[in-house]
């Protein structure tokens, strides 16, 4: 019975330590819910903080996709534009030389009479834009 009643003693002068520590939030490897609950909030607060920092820069990535999207956008119809533009310079560079072979076939007799002709009419329709020969 002594040695139950030593234990005893020991755990009450035990208890009376821990409860002594306890106003100081802090019990050594043991914490007290003021503790762990002012803690806990702190990380709450950061987290929360790089919660929102993280928001921030993903809409701000989103809003970079977007503006690259419209762009590829823009840039797909200028190229595609610049194809065609390529196209029709090819054909019309067909045509003066197919012109330019059917010029030649014409004698040139009928090139002067076909020049005075035009002259004539530009001069008799448009006094203005007819050049002096």
């Known amino acids: 019975m002594i040695r139950s009643t030593g234990a005893t003693a020991g755990l009450i002068a035990i208890s ?17 819910t003021k503790y762990v ?18 928001n921030n820069s993903v809409r701000k990535m989103q809003t970079e996709v977007q503006n690259m999207q ?7 119809s200028l190229i ?4 065609a533009n ?3 310079t090819r054909e019309l560079k067909s045509l003066v030389g197919e012109l330019q072979s ?6 040139e007799t009928t ?13 008799k ?6 050049p002096s020969p």
């Open 16 to 32: 009376l330590t821990l409860a002594g520590c306890a106003s100081t939030g802090f019990l050594g490897f043991l914490a007290t």
């Open 37 to 54: 609950d002012t803690h806990v909030a702190a990380e709450k607060t950061d987290t929360q903080a790089q919660f929102a920092e993280t």
């Open 70 to 76: 419209e762009l590829e956008a823009s840039l797909s």
């Open 80 to 83: 595609d534009q610049m194809k």
């Open 86 to 88: 390529q196209e029709s």
């Open 102 to 107: 059917r010029l030649d076939a014409i004698p």
């Open 111 to 123: 090139l002067r009479e076909l020049v005075k002709i035009l002259q004539e009419y530009l001069a």
């Open 125 to 130: 329709n448009n006094p203005a834009a007819s």
